[in-house]
């Protein structure tokens, strides 16, 4: 069994919480293991006020992407904690043998984090399975499609919780969901435009 590489990294400020699924093995930082992952990207887009998104926000330090999210006020983790993976390499989540989540109601009670924004589908479909606190099952097991956009509000001991469902910040995506799409959903979320 493997534990994720990566802590949690919750700016003093931050109210909003990015969300994936879980980093290929031996990568260095969320969301850096290729160009095709465009959320430094489209992150960086957002904190210049850019209107295109660029290329090579994968590439910028650990301490660059830690100061992007300091300055839009958000965090980031992923849902998965401890898993195994059936092909080592894999970036797919169907490839995900979970076996605890991380506890993302913790973590916003504990950090004062009022939204959970997922980056992919199946992040959002493994943390509504984590709230029936029962065994971790594969993505497979989950039937459930959503669609990008806030998708239900929590109430965990008297504070609310929104949840929204962003687009892949993949290069490949559904149909219509273009760099520019994605951009300004990210951008409205994050900054509540």
């Not at 990568?27 to 904190?47: E, G, P």
């Not at 660059?64 to 849902?79: F, N, R």
């Not at 504070?159 to 273009?178: F, H, Q, V, W, Y």
Request: net charge positive; charged share 30%; glycine share 6%.
């Amino acid at each position: 069994m493997l534990t994720h590489p990566f802590k949690p990294r919750i700016p003093k400020k931050a109210t909003k919480l990015l969300v994936g699924t879980l980093p290929p093995d031996e990568v260095q930082f969320y969301f850096s293991n290729s160009s095709n992952t465009r959320l430094w990207d489209i992150l960086t887009a957002i904190k210049n006020g850019d209107n295109y998104v660029g290329s090579g926000g994968n590439n910028l330090s650990g301490e660059e992407k830690v100061e992007i999210l300091k300055e839009l006020k958000i965090g980031i983790c992923d849902i998965i904690y401890t898993y195994e993976r059936d092909e080592f390499h894999s970036t797919k989540d169907i490839h995900i043998n979970p076996k605890s989540y991380n506890d993302l109601v913790k973590l916003a009670l504990d950090n004062n984090i009022e939204e959970l924004l997922f980056v992919y589908q199946s992040a959002l479909k493994w943390f509504i399975h984590s709230l029936k606190k029962i065994e971790p099952i594969r993505l497979k097991q989950i039937g459930v499609k959503y669609k990008v956009g806030r998708q239900e509000e929590i109430n965990i001991q008297g504070k609310i919780i929104k949840c929204t469902l962003l687009p892949s910040p993949l290069n490949r995506g559904r149909k219509d969901e273009t760099l520019a799409f994605k951009l300004r959903t990210y951008r409205k979320f994050i900054l509540e435009e």
